[in-house]
């Protein structure tokens, strides 16, 4: 199989992991789990995956050299910092908005890849990604969007933080491994989350509230599908595709979040349907565009 599609292959299923991990992440708060809670948990649950992923293949001689430091710290940024933000953010700002607010994230990704990268946007791929961004805020529109400046600010700062990670984490991948990359990121952003955690405890913040045990086990799975998988499976597409086309496809994400939440009983409303049909057509006019646009030889590394 060409690179390019693997590439697209791996985006597309780290698209869906963080649908259905949203919706198993959902099934842990709505239990009592606190937000900084749960994502200690899910980096924890991460890690260990990766962690025992890596150590297997250091058993069998695949021994991976020390990523990047650059990258490493990158893990503060996303999942670490954007994820801080993004959960301050929900304190002030409805659900409604902020989705609204992360539906942006494919076109900050457009345009820091010009900026930074020097990728030369075609008018089928940018076309796409906005028919596709529009589909996911039909997906995902709901009544009362609504927050202050304060709740909008942090938003918009963990959708920024993420879009400078893809372009970043393009930009710097280079030869180094999948696996001990996200590792690392992943630990660094626990590291954070620790010490968060750490201050506000002992500020007495977010402390109390009943948690139901199953709360614990969708927790775990969360962290397994949303931060284990979908960040490795995301990063082998980033090293196969360029940062403009895995930003292309990322509208898709809010499609497998509510085919998950489908199992649980929640029901698409006709202009959802229409939003869906965009989001298809974007991101399949993207990534077929890119895939015969693309010379084999163009083509990232491979992991």
Known sequence: MRPQAVGVACVLGATACWGVGTVLSKQALDRGLAPLTLLAVELVASSVLLGTFASVRRVRGEVAERPDRRLVLLGLLNPGLAYLLGLLGLLTVSASLS???????????????????????????????????????????????????????????????????????????????????????????????????????????G??????????????????????????????????????????LLPAIPVFGLAAAHLTGDRLSPVQWVGVALVVAGTTTAAVWHLRATPEAAAAPAA
């Open 99 to 205: 989705v609204l607010l992360w539906a942006t994230e494919p076109v900050l990704i457009l345009l820091l890849a010009v900026a930074w990268l020097g990728e030369r946007l075609t008018p089928v791929t940018t076309t796409a990604t906005l028919v596709a961004v529009l589909g996911a805020v039909l997906v995902v529109l709901r009544p009362g969007a609504t927050g202050d400046a304060r709740g909008i600010a942090l938003s918009v700062a963990a959708v920024t933080a993420c879009a400078c990670y893809t372009v970043l984490t393009r930009r710097l991948l280079l030869d180094d491994g999948t696996v001990g990359v996200v590792l690392s990121q992943q630990v660094a952003a626990l590291a954070l989350v620790v010490v968060v955690l750490g201050v506000t405890a002992a500020a007495g913040i």
């Open 207 to 248: 402390t109390g509230g009943t948690v139901e045990p199953s709360a614990w086990g969708f927790a775990v799975a969360s962290g397994v599908v949303y931060y284990g998988l979908a960040f490795t499976a995301y990063v082998a597409g980033l090293r196969r595709l360029p940062a403009e086309v895995a930003g292309s």
